[in-house]
């Protein structure tokens, strides 16, 4: 019986997961106010009437750039505490610090060669 005491905590913690992300989302929609009208509906813009489709393809180069710049970014965040613990780090420590550096490295030459930083 003791078993189910332990086991009633989670199953508890799980249903109260599922209600309270819809709680907020129930009440807003039962409280807020419905007025819609034409001005509401259009779409915003940054304030300026758009002109012409405004669907446009964008280049896949603006995706990769972007991505290349999240993968690097992440990556930053990675060795911060390397570089703090840098006076601690034991030769094992050091030399992985050193590879994760070199494959950054030879990640960014390859995005080089490869014309992925060219912004056209």
Not at 24 to 29: K, W
Not at 41 to 70: M, P, R
Not at 105 to 113: E, G, H, I, P, S
């Amino acid at each position: 019986m003791a078993v189910v005491h332990e086991w009633a905590f989670i199953g508890v913690f799980f249903s109260l997961a599922w209600v309270f992300p819809f709680l907020p989302i129930l009440g807003a929609r039962l409280l807020a106010p419905r007025k819609p009208n034409a001005i509401k509906q259009s779409t915003y813009e940054c304030g300026v009437e758009t002109v012409g489709d405004t669907w446009v393809q964008f280049k896949v180069q603006y995706y990769i750039y972007g991505l290349i710049f999240l993968v690097f970014d992440v990556e930053v965040v990675f060795l911060f505490p390397w570089a703090l613990a840098y006076n601690q780090l034991d030769f094992f420590g050091f030399f992985a610090g050193l590879v994760f550096i070199f494959f950054l490295f030879d990640a960014l030459v390859y995005a080089w060669r490869k014309d992925a930083l060219e912004w056209v």
